[in-house]
């Protein structure tokens, strides 16, 4: 199981612009080629204009897959358009984690 993090930072006093946004227009669409995400969750304490999503994978060709799947998905483009047009979007850093399986 490998696990993608992201985290999201956006210009101070928009992340509930953002959150709505994705509510609206991206949710549905990405969770139809991704499943539900393991979280997904703003901070409330430290950096309080980023929000994090994490997703599950059987592995890294299961996320090429499906990631190939919802980028081709007009229904996802149209959200990225409309968050790219926002401009809420400050940064954005990437991570896999590789499951250690203590928790299996």
Not at 73 to 81: E, S, V
Not at 84 to 100: C, D, E, H, P, R
Request: charged share 20%; aromatic share 12%; net charge positive.
């Amino acid at each position: 199981m490998i696990y993608d993090h992201r985290t999201y930072t956006v210009k101070p006093g928009t992340i509930q612009k953002a959150l709505a946004l994705y509510k609206e227009h991206g949710y549905a669409a990405q969770t139809k080629h991704l499943g539900k995400p393991v979280i997904y969750a703003f901070t409330d304490v430290g950096d309080v204009n980023s929000y994090v999503h994490v997703w599950a994978y059987e592995d890294a060709a299961d996320r090429a897959k499906k990631r190939a799947a919802m980028q081709a998905d007009p229904n996802w483009q149209a959200y990225l358009a409309k968050s790219a047009g926002a401009g809420y979007l400050l940064s954005q850093n990437n991570k896999i984690l590789v499951s250690t399986g203590f928790e299996d």
